[in-house]
């Protein structure tokens, strides 16, 4: 039987991975951080999407800024993107300041990356006449061309870590959506991030074959009607839809796990209610069982830690 529980209590050191933000979609919900996740490998931080809360949630971490090398955006959905002008800002401004970055992504980031700040231009130079800040680095931007037709892409690789990248499906009016592999040189460990997607995902089961941690989006479709009942039409019958089609059932993940022959499984990106994370484990658990999932099976809380 699967063993399903919150994350242990360790000791912030060693490779892991730190739930910066856990609650998706677009909509501010009290007291939950938008999505990213930070991979940690040899006190080097890879970021997986940088939603709202993303520089906030890094000094609650105790991370800082100084240690982020690297940005992995998943989509271009606001939601995991719109943290991307604080982290710049307020990583130039903190001490020790956040060094030059990469931003990896679909089509756009590169783009993006330039664009970022635009309309804070007199909020740079004021602060790099008179701040006592230095000069503003620019960060870099890359676009990830993962193959239409299905398969892995490698996207870049340091010292610590080789990251490759399939397309997952998130709705047809996602053009590019990503999942990302991230191989740890020193140990062999595997972190797998679905990003958003619907399971189960070919492309995605090809790039978590037997990963050690596979980060997967969760939603409890059972409150879609309700949530969806609450909107104006059509808005709520488009929401719903996209919900379906585009977002991955609780319900589905441990045969996701399974499939992938993963030795545990993360739930990140809770649609479209933040439910406790004994709620989540509750609807898996009776899943995981039926199909003989024996893996590790967490609901994490932002700023848990998931060691590797």
């Not at 676009?143 to 398969?151: L, N, S, T």
């Not at 492309?203 to 978590?208: D, H, K």
């Not at 589905?252 to 993963?262: G, K, M, T």
Request: aromatic share 6%; glycine share 10%.
């Amino acid at each position: 039987m699967a063993e399903q529980q919150r994350p242990h209590e360790t000791d912030g050191t060693g490779d892991r991975i730190v739930m910066l933000g856990v609650n998706g979609g677009p909509v501010l919900s009290l007291g939950e951080a938008k999505p990213a996740l930070a991979l940690v490998v040899n006190d080097v931080v890879y970021l997986v999407d940088c939603g709202l809360d993303t520089a906030r949630q890094l000094v609650n971490a105790e991370l800082g800024f100084t240690r982020v090398r690297e940005v992995f955006i998943t989509h271009h959905h606001l939601d995991h993107t719109s943290g991307l002008p604080g982290l710049l800002l307020h990583g130039w401004t903190a001490r020790p300041p956040l060094p030059g970055i990469n931003i990896w992504g679909p089509p756009g980031t590169k783009q993006k990356a330039v664009n970022l700040l635009d309309g804070f231009e007199d909020e740079i130079a004021l602060f790099q006449a008179g701040g006592g800040f230095g000069t503003f680095t620019a960060p870099e931007g890359h676009d990830v061309e993962a193959p239409r037709e299905g398969g892995i892409v490698h996207v870049m690789e340091d010292d610590n870590v080789r990251v490759d990248a399939t397309r997952v499906f998130h709705g047809p009016e996602v053009a590019d959506a990503y999942a990302y592999r991230f191989t740890v040189k020193s140990t062999g460990k595997v972190a797998v991030f679905s990003g958003d997607t619907a399971a189960p995902d070919a492309n995605l089961l090809a790039l978590a074959q037997e990963c050690d941690v596979l980060v997967h989006e969760t939603q409890d479709n059972s409150a879609i009607e309700r949530i969806a009942a609450g909107l104006a039409h059509p808005w709520g019958e488009e929401l719903k839809k996209h919900l379906f089609e585009a977002h991955s059932s609780v319900l589905d993940l441990p045969a996701v796990a399974l499939a992938a022959r993963a030795r545990k499984l993360v739930f990140s990106h809770y649609t479209p209610v933040a439910h406790p994370p004994a709620t989540w484990l509750a609807m898996a658990t009776p899943a995981a069982e039926a199909i003989g999932y024996e893996g590790e099976i967490i609901a994490p809380s932002a700023l848990d830690v998931i060691p590797l």
